[in-house]
């Protein structure tokens, strides 16, 4: 069993779901664990500070962790390639990214998902993000050792949930749309139920406009604004009150850049895709603002209602968390392939794990090797008794047949063979023996009569009748492969009275290469 962090990075908490999987199993959720962060302070700051207050609450004993990258720092950009083949898409598409960014490749991080393959070519998901940035969250992490194996992009970490949606959810040939509504980000993937993520894109906008639209609307603090956001804030038929419709009016108004990104991507997406989304999945902390789903329904045109996750497991607030966790129990062409961590930036803590547990790995070693000598002393135990076994039944067989007892193999077996010994004058073979090898070497789908059959020790004499004269030919090349019939000579072929079979007799001679070697010696 294997147990992975899924480590969501937000901008006002850091989620944490820890999910136990195990070979053939369903995964299961362990630990989920959230910590604040201050809404004060340079960016990293508040990520080094809320991942100390992740700690605080306790160690998380995790085999690996997996996270994305946090923030908007990542530029999602679709790039088309006329060709599919791996290597090519490895040795081309810096080039295709260094078009596209303000600034040098060298200064930047990135990877690629597949989105599409057809005649034309190849259509990629590739993420960039600056070093600097990228190399600030690996430090923070490291630092709280919780140095991710994968930094993924944020939307395409929603590829093991929508890779395990029911494929009825939507009408067939619909896809669903993944909306992660955060404090400072917002995170979008699309895809078929049971498929791949198609399209994925983070973008600026959230949870803080709504706050800081609340606080300036009613002259109050941020923090008195956030508190009264999470306890009465509410939209459309959820709205109750003059004052909490003033406060849903702040709302809209600040959920419009975040609209207007939504539609544009769907609009998009649908213009490339020939496609249509069936379903709007959000999930994130501002997803809790009551009366929200029904208020996107009316403003997109689009069926929307929350994501569902497993109890447990944290719920919307922590479902990019939960989904990343799942990443390790993804496998095939499902298993998504996105990963920041390559080059300077590749995981490399392998070592150090087996270097934790080197303890463990020499306790199994000296546990292994005693049970090997246990297992060599039995096994020579074993070998002995039944060699002592052997040794008094050839023993036996010798002093009954040459009045000695002898207990080496090839002496005996030497001894009995000789011309002096008793058994010399049993012959190797017999007509029983001759008529078997006769009957064995017939092939198994052929029906065929034998009469009038003489049987001596050196030849045999027969009449065999069958339904053609290719069974015939057939039946003469299946004996010449029994070595002690060396030649093998057939008689007139004659047809039977109403044409419907054959006959032949046959004359082989018996001789088996073993007898010519001793006569000639």
């Avoid at 147990?3 to 969501?8: E, I, P, Q, S, T």
């Avoid at 809404?39 to 080094?48: F, S, V």
């Avoid at 949870?207 to 639209?213: F, I, S, Y």
């Avoid at 306890?231 to 809209?252: C, N």
Wanted: glycine share 8%; charged share 25%.
């Amino acid at each position: 069993m294997a147990r992975v962090l899924g480590l969501d990075l937000g901008s006002h908490s850091i989620k944490a779901v820890v999910v136990e999987t195990a070979y053939r199993g369903q995964p299961q959720v362990r630990q989920v664990v959230t910590a604040p962060v201050p809404a004060e302070g340079e960016r990293d700051a508040r990520l080094k500070a809320g991942l100390a207050k992740l700690l605080e609450q306790g160690p998380l004993q995790v085999d690996s962790v997996v996270a994305a990258f946090p923030g908007t720092g990542l530029a999602t950009h679709p790039i088309a390639l006329p060709f599919s083949d791996p290597k090519k898409i490895e040795s081309t598409l810096a080039f295709e990214v260094e078009s596209q960014l303000p600034y040098d490749l060298d200064e930047a991080v990135f990877d690629h998902q597949l989105w599409q393959t057809d005649e034309k070519g190849t259509q990629l998901l590739v993420g960039v993000a600056r070093k600097t940035e990228f190399k600030a969250v690996l430090d923070a992490l490291s630092e709280a050792k919780l140095d991710p194996r994968v930094m993924t992009h944020a939307g395409l970490a929603y590829q093991n949930i929508i890779a395990t949606l029911p494929q009825n959810l939507v009408d067939p040939g619909q896809a669903v749309a993944v909306l992660d509504l955060g404090h400072e980000r917002c995170a979008l993937a699309i895809g078929r139920p049971g498929g791949n993520v198609e399209y994925a894109r983070t973008f600026a906008g959230g949870g803080a406009a709504l706050t800081r639209g609340l606080a300036h609307e009613f002259q109050i603090s941020p923090a008195d604004a956030q508190a009264w956001k999470e306890q009465h804030g509410a939209v459309g038929s959820e709205v109750v009150g003059a004052e909490a419709e003033r406060a849903a009016g702040v709302f809209m108004r600040a959920l419009q850049p975040v609209l207007r990104d939504l539609r544009a991507t769907i609009k998009a997406w649908v213009s490339h895709s020939h496609g249509q989304i069936g379903l709007l999945l959000i999930c994130g902390g501002t997803a809790q603002l009551r009366g929200l789903p029904d208020q996107l329904a009316a403003d997109l045109q689009l069926p929307t209602r929350l994501l569902d996750t497993p109890q447990g497991a944290g719920g919307v607030v922590a479902a990019q968390a939960w989904s990343l966790a799942l990443r390790a129990a993804a496998s095939g062409a499902k298993a998504p392939r996105f990963n920041l961590r390559r080059g300077d930036y590749a995981f490399k803590s392998d070592f150090d794990f087996a270097g934790e547990k080197v303890g463990q790995l020499a306790a199994f070693a000296a546990v292994l090797f005693v049970l090997l000598i246990a297992s060599g002393i039995v096994r020579n135990s074993v070998l002995t008794r039944r060699e002592k076994q052997v040794d008094a039944i050839l023993c036996d067989i010798t002093q009954r047949i040459l009045g000695t007892c002898e207990k080496d193999y090839l002496r005996a077996k030497s001894l009995l063979e000789g011309q002096e010994s008793p058994a010399a004058g049993i012959p190797r073979r017999s007509a029983a023996t001759l008529l078997a090898e006769l009957t064995a070497h017939v092939p198994p789908d052929m029906e065929v009569t034998f009469d009038q059959v003489v049987i001596d020790l050196d030849r045999i004499a027969l009449r065999c009748e069958t339904a053609t004269s290719k069974n015939l030919e057939d039946l003469i090349t299946a004996l010449k492969n029994y070595r002690c019939f060396k030649e093998i000579n057939e008689g007139k072929v004659e047809k039977s009275k109403d044409g419907s079979r054959v006959s032949s007799r046959l004359d082989i001679q018996v001789e088996c290469p073993d007898e010519a070697e001793a006569n000639n010696g």
